[in-house]
Nanobody, 123 residues
Framework: EVQLMESGGASVQAGGSLRLSCLAS?????TAWFRQAPGKEREGVAQ????????YYADSVKGRFTISLNDAENTVYLQMNSLKPEDTAMYYC???????????????????WGQGTQVTVSS
């Protein structure tokens, strides 16, 4: 059983930046960030495979968000720049031993989930 703990959520103004962190209690091959706004479905945002070079992003965040990882510290980061009010959501870290490439941002692929960290962007 792998436990995930997110941190870094905050309230910021539009155009600002935040960095979210996800600390894992053990080894995971694939890690992703999801978000869910009130009344909306959970949305995959970014995903990274072990090693850090293989990443994938949702179109809505491409060019603004960057996912990275520190293998030695079992930590995955989500650097969020040029934040918009529509980025407001609870952000969740998720991990799995294996994720099919065509489903890299599908919630059903992920076995382990954190409790979430809130990001609020005001206009």
């Amino acid at each position: 059983e792998v436990q995930l703990m997110e941190s870094g959520g905050a309230s910021v103004q539009a155009g600002g930046s935040l960095r979210l962190s996800c600390l894992a209690s053990g080894y995971t091959r694939s890690t992703a960030w999801f978000r869910q706004a009130p009344g909306k479905e959970r949305e995959g945002v970014a995903q990274v495979n072990i090693g850090g070079a293989d990443t994938y992003y949702a179109d809505s965040v491409k060019g603004r968000f960057t996912i990275s990882l520190n293998d030695a510290e079992n930590t995955v980061y989500l650097q969020m720049n040029s934040l918009k009010p529509e980025d407001t959501a609870m952000y969740y870290c998720a991990a799995a031993p294996y994720v099919r490439r065509r489903n890299r941002l599908h919630a059903n692929e992920y076995k382990y989930w954190g409790q979430g960290t809130q990001v609020t962007v005001s206009s």
